[in-house]
């Protein structure tokens, strides 16, 4: 069984817990992310959808962090984005930025 649920309720649930850490069920199976950052786009941005919903164009790993912060997740900061569990990248990883 997943957690399910998202953010919000990851937060609601855990309020001390750093968010990106419970992308594990209690038997170690991942859930679906909650964010998935797609491929990039001719202009090297990226779509960003946080519970269902985009948030924008990233450019950068900081473009996501900062979605990431708008979201309610204000202690997220680039490297958080880089090793988190949360994140599902399409077309490529934190390092690509091009079509």
Known sequence: MGFGGGLRAARAAYPRVRVYQLAFTLD?????????????DEEGGRRVRI???IR???FSVQDVARFMQEAGLQEFDEM?????LLIEWRGGGPDVWTH
């Open 56 to 58: 924008g164009r990233a």
């Open 80 to 84: 958080d984005v880089v090793r988190s």
């Open 51 to 53: 519970d269902g919903s």
């Open 28 to 40: 170690g199976m991942a859930d679906i992310p909650p964010v998935v950052v797609y491929p990039p």
